[in-house]
């Protein structure tokens, strides 16, 4: 039985927006690591990524690593029908949020994610994006097999898939095995977007407070987004 320890986690309404529709979640204990971004632009994304975060805090786990995945997404596909059942009733236009989610037991990582909030991961000095955006611009440049370039200007950020935007939820899945001292971050875009990959690497491996400086230097170097940042370190077998 390994030990998970989330180093740090931060969030912040940004320099812009005039709300934060950001949540995350940090549940060691059950080895479930979460963060959301509300759709920006959307009616109520804030509730849509607290409802999330929510039940994903109040979900029981089974013992076994696949039921646990299964019962992850069982809970994501309740929060999407929930959402759209909400945004209906009360006659808004869409209620979504983005999520990236991190599941770590028994030596094997599972990310799900629907959207542009990713997940890296740190291993021997080199921070690899592991889950791939849920873009028009990414899903356009891998169907015409080219790059941005050809992505109409406004368009390549416009988000495809999110938590409660469509009757049916599509969650990507990746499984991943786990090393001792490997790191992992999950962070909405407004952190994303705003760093290299190089410089969240540096910061993870030599700040006190990752979650907490990525946040800051994020917004420091303009980002206008809410900018949201987890941590999880692997610190091995207890």
């Not at 995945?69 to 029908?81: F, G, H, M, P």
């Not at 409660?164 to 499984?175: H, I």
């Amino acid at each position: 039985m390994e030990s998970f320890t989330t180093s740090d986690g931060y969030t912040h309404i940004g320099n812009v927006r005039k709300r934060n529709e950001d949540a995350w979640l940090g549940d060691p204990e059950r080895g479930l690591w979460v963060v959301c971004d509300g759709m920006g632009g959307h009616d109520a994304g804030d509730y849509a990524s607290s409802h999330i975060v929510e039940s994903l805090g109040r979900c029981p786990f089974p013992a076994r690593h696949g039921a646990a995945v299964r019962t992850i997404r069982a809970c994501l596909a309740e929060c999407n029908q929930h959402l759209v059942d909400y945004s209906s009733d009360n006659g808004l236009d869409q209620v979504g949020s983005t999520l990236v989610a991190l599941y770590l037991r028994d030596w094997t990582a599972t990310v799900l994610w629907a959207g542009d909030s990713r997940a890296y991961r740190l291993r021997d000095g080199r921070l690899r994006q592991i889950s791939r955006d849920h873009s028009y611009g990414v899903e356009l440049a891998d169907a015409a097999g080219d790059d941005f370039a050809q992505v109409p200007e406004g368009y390549s950020q416009a988000i495809t898939r999110a938590v409660g935007v469509a009757p049916r939820l599509r969650l990507d899945t990746l499984f991943s095995q786990v090393h001792p001292g490997d790191r992992w971050l999950l962070c909405s875009d407004g952190v994303s977007g705003s760093l290299t990959t190089e410089r969240m690497a540096q910061v993870m491996e030599d700040s006190p407070a990752p979650g907490r400086d990525l946040v800051e230097e994020a917004m420091d170097s303009g980002s206008r987004d809410n900018c949201t940042a987890v941590i999880i370190r692997v610190t091995g077998p207890t």
